[in-house]
């Protein structure tokens, strides 16, 4: 099989499988299988697969059929123009969590080696993103979960302003020995828990303890509300559900909703007043 039949032939799977995406799709299993570019590969006309290739690729494509998201079968991910290695222990970073990134940059501008904290942190996608785009920054990442948290400490290999503690945000914060922060963020989980089963497919071969929020999708938040005063010198930035916002603002009266480029209410912002 050439290179170009194997991308038409995964394309073709892949949309008759419903998969929306299948050309991009069948081209970024083309490029992990063969560790060639997206743009040689396209280029590329009798080149032939070996035969492990050609099998690995087969494999591939029926694990995307199989409901695998593609992050996980890849292996890495994209956010804020970085790559970021993914599985399955950890939620896929979502191109909507790029707003905290942008609010952090514009909030930090100005301020020399602020002090960042990330809660729920997974792969490490918004602290990590902010270490890097701020050297001067100091950033201090929290996971709980071991999967989570190992997926995070290979992301954050060779970041040396990123410091990645591992702990549980809803038990004693001060056993976690946070420093004082400029800005605290964090992307917690947020859905109902009586709305995960019926999330899509894909959603749920991420990790539940990602996802659920609680019975009324708040218990993170809570949780946040209490740990603000101990450790915020200045905002506090929380990514929500779109429905969420309401319910935000009357926990954390003062504070501004940031919507996404549809309208949708994605981030809540609180002390932006503080410093
Ligand atoms: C919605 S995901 C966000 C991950 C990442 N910040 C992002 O934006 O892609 C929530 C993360 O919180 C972690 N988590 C869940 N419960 C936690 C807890 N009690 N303490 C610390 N982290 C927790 C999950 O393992 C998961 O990685």
């Given at each position: 099989?050439?290179k170009?039949?194997?991308r038409?032939?995964?394309?073709?799977?892949?949309?008759?499988?419903?998969?929306?995406?299948?050309?991009?799709?069948?081209?970024?299993?083309?490029?992990?299988?063969t560790?060639?570019?997206?743009?040689k590969l396209?280029?590329?006309?009798g080149?032939?697969?070996?035969a492990e290739?050609?099998?690995?690729?087969?494999?591939?494509?029926?694990?995307?059929?199989?409901?695998?998201?593609?992050?996980?079968?890849?292996?890495?991910?994209?956010?804020?123009?970085?790559?970021?290695?993914?599985?399955?222990?950890?939620?896929?970073?979502?191109?909507?969590t790029?707003l905290?990134?942008?609010?952090?940059?514009?909030?930090?501008?100005?301020?020399?080696?602020?002090?960042?904290?990330?809660?729920c942190?997974?792969?490490?996608?918004?602290?990590l993103?902010?270490?890097?785009?701020?050297p001067?920054?100091?950033?201090?990442?929290v996971?709980?979960?071991?999967?989570?948290?190992?997926?995070?400490?290979?992301?954050?290999?060779?970041?040396k302003?990123?410091?990645?503690?591992?702990?549980?945000?809803?038990?004693?914060?001060?056993?976690?020995?946070l420093?004082?922060?400029?800005?605290?963020?964090?992307?917690?989980?947020?859905i109902?828990?009586?709305e995960?089963?019926?999330l899509q497919t894909?959603v749920?071969?991420e990790?539940?303890?990602?996802?659920?929020?609680?019975e009324?999708?708040?218990?993170?938040?809570r949780?946040?509300?209490?740990?603000?005063p101990?450790?915020?010198?200045?905002a506090?930035?929380?990514?929500?559900?779109?429905?969420?916002?309401g319910?935000l603002?009357?926990?954390?009266?003062?504070?501004?909703?940031?919507r996404?480029?549809?309208?949708?209410?994605?981030?809540?912002?609180e002390?932006?007043?503080?410093?």
């Amino acid at each position: 099989m050439t290179k170009a039949q194997a991308r038409k032939y995964g394309q073709e799977a892949l949309a008759s499988s419903g998969i929306s995406n299948a050309p991009s799709e069948s081209l970024w299993l083309l490029e992990s299988v063969t560790g060639e570019t997206a743009s040689k590969l396209l280029a590329s006309q009798g080149d032939e697969l070996t035969a492990e290739q050609e099998k690995n690729f087969r494999d591939k494509i029926a694990e995307r059929i199989s409901g695998r998201p593609i992050q996980y079968i890849t292996g890495k991910w994209e956010f804020y123009g970085r790559e970021f290695y993914t599985a399955e222990g950890a939620l896929i970073p979502r191109p909507e969590t790029e707003l905290l990134v942008d609010f952090a940059l514009e909030y930090l501008k100005g301020r020399e080696n602020p002090v960042i904290i990330d809660l729920c942190a997974g792969t490490g996608c918004i602290g990590l993103t902010l270490a890097s785009l701020i050297p001067g920054s100091k950033v201090y990442l929290v996971e709980k979960y071991d999967e989570a948290f190992e997926i995070l400490a290979k992301n954050a290999r060779g970041v040396k302003n990123a410091v990645i503690i591992k702990g549980d945000i809803l038990e004693d914060i001060a056993s976690l020995g946070l420093p004082e922060c400029d800005l605290l963020l964090s992307n917690p989980p947020y859905i109902k828990s009586s709305e995960i089963p019926a999330l899509q497919t894909e959603v749920l071969r991420e990790p539940v303890t990602a996802l659920d929020g609680g019975e009324d999708g708040l218990t993170f938040y809570r949780a946040l509300k209490k740990i603000i005063p101990s450790l915020c010198r200045g905002a506090a930035a929380f990514e929500c559900g779109e429905d969420q916002g309401g319910d935000l603002m009357n926990m954390f009266p003062g504070s501004r909703l940031l919507r996404d480029c549809y309208g949708n209410v994605r981030v809540l912002v609180e002390g932006e007043d503080r410093c």
